[in-house]
């Protein structure tokens, strides 16, 4: 079976202190990437915006949650699976709904996956999209794109009922859906060549 990190990053705490207690519906990893990458990951998975009032600084966020993650930070993970030659990495423009500044951020987002691509010429790139309606604003040369089964709670429930509160329970704590359904998730996929996205890979 291949492993996917769904939100690689979100172990990292939020930057804003008042998004600090939300950080549980946000967090989707509890492992650094290294560990991920030890435990069989081999698609990460980056989500960005760009702050346009710090002169374009990338932003790694999860929702309109966003990780205190400095540069260096994010530079060394980029690098270290640069390094491993074996990794996927799906990059995403993070926006629940279209900012009004749409234009500015496609415009950086495009020019960063340029500079990725460039620069780390052993990871294979994909995604390019934007969040909200999963438009591509960038294309990647690369084109061996991974399979990935998506079994992590923002697009699996726990609950099989017609109560919207109950459905979305798992979406408000992925950690939850981990605990309950990741063994059988890896199980059931074990023998499969696709790659099973998840959240907290850790938790088999």
């Keep these: 079976m291949n492993i996917g990190s769904h ?5 990292q705490r939020p930057k ?3 998004m600090r207690p939300f950080h ?3 967090k989707c990893q509890e492992v650094d990437y290294v560990e991920q990458y030890k435990l069989g990951s081999r698609v990460f998975d980056l989500r960005i915006s760009f702050n346009k009032n710090k002169a374009g600084k990338i932003q790694v966020k999860h929702g309109c949650v966003e990780f205190d993650i ?3 930070l994010l530079n060394s993970f980029l690098k270290y699976i640069d390094d491993q030659s074996d990794c996927y990495l799906r990059v995403i423009l993070e926006f629940n709904k279209e900012p009004k500044d749409i234009e500015y951020q496609e415009r950086r987002f495009k020019y960063y996956c340029r500079t990725l691509e460039y620069k780390y010429k052993n990871i294979k790139f994909f995604g390019g999209n934007r969040k909200y309606d999963w438009k591509i604003v960038y294309n ?3 084109k061996d794109i991974p399979t990935l089964i998506d079994r992590y709670s923002s697009t699996t429930s726990l609950f099989k009922s017609d109560n919207k ?3 979305i329970i798992d ?3 992925p950690w939850l859906y981990a605990k309950i359904r990741n ?3 890896f199980e059931e996929l074990k023998d499969s060549k696709d790659y099973l996205f998840a959240d907290f890979i850790n938790i088999r």
């Design 16 to 18: 804003k202190w008042w």
């Design 24 to 26: 549980f519906m946000a």
């Design 70 to 72: 400095p540069m260096v």
């Design 140 to 142: 990647f040369a690369n």
């Design 165 to 167: 509160f109950l459905r």
């Design 183 to 185: 063994k059988k998730n």
């Design 171 to 173: 979406d408000l704590w």
């Design 7 to 11: 939100n690689s990053l979100s172990y």
